[in-house]
């Protein structure tokens, strides 16, 4: 038997199993109106749909965390492969809404499984700015994943193709991560001889509630305008899926080229800049039509696409004592913002629609208002964040003066 870590193999499948998250993320929503039409859902059902994705992935990143050290992540991954599994095909064969809400849950219980057993393995497997570098390098194929899945989807609903076709392709990157980790030797937790409740205790520090609170706004700001992306901007004279491939596509080459970035900035530098970024972008959003949005987009991208890596990279780093469960929890809190916030943003483009209409404006015009006037609403996550990741960049500097002395 080989026991013998190969870490690069071991990471090539975590970005196929990644890639399978995506995927099941881009083509759900290409084929969220064939759903609607053939299987005679309202809005509200496809809603509810939506949100069991949203509601599955936090649920198993936080168990999968808190179990990380007692289980290891070869079964993690063997339950996110087994939810993967039936999740797609129940999809495939779904004839009703319940089903579609049971095999979507699953789904999401993959994907969290994928981030609950991933993030604390390749912290396991790497260190220092090799670390950086290949966690970044991994969550790059989130959005990359997002690119390809809503090209394919595109293609394939050009081509007339059904919708159950177009789930069984998410199949493809599901079969090559389970081959991928098929006989392997994972590491073992670097912080195995802590428990749970060590976790938790680790967990209670000042600066782990911090980066939770910032990580609920960075999830958010990455989450939401790009979610809202077509209601927001389907009037503003430029293309929703256009803009959203252009995001994630920049995000994936940010994240791919982040170690030199980082190197020189460090973490908590990188994750101010993007802040800054963040409101430039949402603020141009917020402000421009037509294909000067495109300009805009590449800011937004510039600043969204190295929150979440680094927010994960920044607790690996500086409080290994959380060990997977901090990793874990801090995902999880990230996807249950990015659920809680959505029907307050559904709520902003109401409230803006009715705001436009009473000054006078009317159909396309009233549209393209009340979508700016919400992304002016969301500039206030990423603009809280450039304080807080300024108060975080003194406070490590001053930690890092104090540490020769100790």
């Known amino acids: 038997m080989n026991q013998t870590v190969n870490a690069n193999r071991l990471f090539l499948a975590s970005c196929f199993a990644l890639i399978t998250t995506a995927f099941s993320f881009s083509i759900r929503a290409g084929i969220l109106t064939q759903l609607g039409t053939e299987l005679n859902l309202d809005t509200v059902q496809l809603g509810h749909i939506n949100q069991m994705w949203f509601l599955g992935f936090p649920i198993s990143m936080i168990l999968g965390g808190i179990f990380y050290s007692t289980i290891g992540p070869k079964l993690i991954m063997q339950i996110a492969l087994l939810a993967h599994s039936i999740g797609i095909v129940l999809t495939i064969y779904a004839t009703d809404y319940y089903t579609l809400l049971i095999s979507t849950l699953l789904i999401g219980l993959g994907n969290g499984c994928t981030e609950a057993a991933c993030n604390p393995m390749i912290a396991d497997s790497y260190s220092g700015l090799n670390f950086s570098r290949k966690i970044n390098r991994f969550h790059m194929w989130f959005p990359g994943g997002i690119v390809l899945g809503a090209l394919i989807s595109k293609f394939m609903t050009d081509a007339s193709m059904s919708w159950q076709a177009q789930i069984w392709v998410i199949l ?218 300024a108060a975080l960049y003194l406070y490590m500097k001053k930690q890092k003066t104090l540490s020769p002395a100790v």
Request: proline fraction near 6%; aromatic fraction near 12%; glycine fraction near 12%.
């Open 172 to 389: 493809i990157p599901t079969i090559i991560y389970a081959v991928l980790f098929f006989g392997q030797t994972f590491p073992k937790p670097r912080i195995s001889e802590n428990s749970t409740l060590d976790n938790f205790k680790a967990m209670l520090n000042p600066l782990y509630l911090f980066m939770a609170a910032c990580m609920a706004l960075t999830a958010i700001s990455e989450f939401g305008p790009q979610q809202w992306v077509g209601p927001i901007l389907a009037k503003a004279g430029a293309s929703p899926m256009l803009i959203l491939a252009l995001v994630t596509g920049l995000m994936a080459v940010g994240r791919y080229f982040a170690g030199p970035l980082i190197k020189n900035l460090n973490t908590v530098g990188v994750l101010l800049g993007s802040a800054i970024f963040g409101v430039i972008g949402i603020y141009m959003m917020s402000t421009m039509d037509g294909n000067m949005l495109y300009v805009a987009a590449v800011f937004y991208a510039l600043g969204i696409c190295y929150f979440w890596p680094n927010m994960i990279g920044f607790i690996a780093e500086n409080m290994p004592q959380t060990g997977a469960l901090g990793l874990s929890i801090m995902g999880g809190i990230g996807m249950f913002s990015s659920s809680m916030f959505q029907p307050i943003i559904g709520g902003w483009i109401q409230e803006n629609k009715i705001v436009a209409v009473s000054q006078g404006l009317a159909g396309d015009a009233a549209d393209l208002a009340a979508g700016q006037a919400t992304l002016s609403n969301m500039l206030l996550f990423p603009a809280i964040l450039i304080v807080a990741f």
